[in-house]
């Protein structure tokens, strides 16, 4: 009989963890620093842009203990940059780069995190999504607006900025480009827009909705040439549903167009919400399989 009670009871904790929690997402080893694995360096960098007038903007660059100028790095360039920067929370790019191109598992490569622009002349507190409320930010306009315009800030402004004292890679395979959300869209209309540029896409909660329009493109994709590009895709049932159209049912487009459109892709489901707990646990994998 207590046997019984309690099964029942276990049965019923279960679903109310899925209903109202989801699957806990923890972060493996190659998101945690390693004993014996060189560690690379992180600088940050202020950009006032021209192709985007007015806004100033906070970037960070990850260059690896491997680079030695001898040859040029590939390159990964992420939007919202400070969700990725962190060796203690969020992604930890810093950590799981040095412990994956330790490993071989993928390329001595220069991670380039760029903040969203701000309106003002200089900046004031943290930025990122602690940034003080005075400071008006162009986010949506660079993310989620489906032209080629962020691609031109990259190619004009921020690589050859960072080129002045790196060796970057210019081959469009050894480039990559990742992003949260909006920052997704982003990655995915840079690569394109400008398959010439960048040909590995991340997207995590990609907002493939009606926001700028980005809803488009599995109508486009099925619709157009296909592109030399490899895509990752990554979201969960419990994103959001609201006017501008549903996370889930958008992502799920994108897969099902990719797949008819014969694409190089994966798609990664769970049934978290609109954070980077699902994809920061599995992004070491997402990762490998980007650069294999």
């Known amino acids: 009989m207590l046997k019984q009670w309690f099964g029942g009871w276990l049965v019923f ?3 109310i ?5 989801g699957t806990e997402y923890a972060l493996g080893p190659d998101s ?3 004993s014996g694995v060189p560690e ?3 600088t940050r960098h202020e950009w006032k842009s021209e192709i985007y007038p007015g806004t100033i903007r906070e970037y960070f660059v990850y260059v690896p203990a491997q680079y030695d ?3 040029a790095a590939a390159v990964m360039v992420f939007q919202d ?3 990725f920067v962190k060796e203690d929370q969020g992604y930890r790019v810093p950590v799981v780069f040095d412990n994956l191109i330790h490993e071989g598992k993928m390329p001595v490569t220069v991670a380039i995190m760029i903040n969203p622009g ?3 002349d200089k900046l004031s507190g943290p930025q990122g999504w602690d940034k003080p409320k005075e400071m008006r930010s162009n986010r949506s306009v660079e993310y989620d607006t489906p032209d080629g315009r962020y691609a031109e800030f990259l190619e004009e402004e921020i690589l050859p900025e960072v080129g002045k004292w790196l060796d970057l890679t210019d081959d469009p395979e050894m480039r990559a480009i990742c992003g949260d959300s909006s920052g997704g869209v982003c990655a995915f209309t840079v690569a394109w827009e400008r398959p010439d540029l960048f040909r590995k896409v991340v997207s995590h909660i990609g907002s493939f909705t009606n926001i700028r329009g980005a809803y488009h493109y599995p109508y486009l994709i099925r619709k157009s040439e296909k592109k030399p590009l490899r895509v990752f895709l990554q979201d969960g049932s419990g994103d959001l549903d609201n006017v501008h159209g549903s996370w889930w049912l958008a992502n799920q487009q994108m897969e099902a167009a990719l797949k008819f459109a014969g694409w190089d892709y994966k ?3 769970g049934d978290g919400g609109h954070n980077g707990q699902h994809a920061g646990s599995i992004f070491p994998q997402t990762l490998s399989w980007l650069w294999r």
Do not use: E, M, N, Y
């Not at 963890?17 to 929690?21: E, I, L, P, R």
């Open 13 to 15: 904790f279960c679903l």
């Open 40 to 42: 690379g360096k992180v």
């Open 267 to 269: 798609a990664v489901w």
């Open 69 to 71: 100028g001898k040859s």
């Open 81 to 83: 940059g400070h969700a």
């Open 118 to 120: 701000v309106f003002g």
């Open 17 to 21: 963890s899925v209903v109202f929690g």
């Open 32 to 34: 945690r620093k390693k």
